[in-house]
């Protein structure tokens, strides 16, 4: 019973030490997308890694691995074309876009 219990102990602290590797070895993504109305949604695509975040109130952040990134803004209530721009993300960065304007 306690060699279940001490396996067990071991294998959540490894399994907490992989995702604290890889959270700092990351970067970060955050600005604020206009016009704000409905739900805007952030879509960042590296190969075949994505990850998609829907703004509040506009304001949107993310978790990124380092690398180049292309990322795509869009409003489904706008019915308009993507806005796309390519960030390259760096190991400890925080990258700050400011405000990214929508095509309507």
Partial sequence: MQRGILE???LIAVVIG???ERLLHSGSIEGRISPSMGSPSVIAVR???SV???SN???FGME???GDWK???AIKELNG???EKNVQVLEGQRINLGEIRLNQ
């Fill in 8 to 10: 067990l102990c071991l």
């Fill in 18 to 20: 992989i995702h604290a």
């Fill in 47 to 49: 190969g075949n890694d």
């Fill in 52 to 54: 998609k975040v829907t």
């Fill in 57 to 59: 109130n506009g304001h």
């Fill in 64 to 66: 990124l691995q380092p």
């Fill in 71 to 73: 990322l795509i803004f």
């Fill in 81 to 83: 074309i993507p806005t």
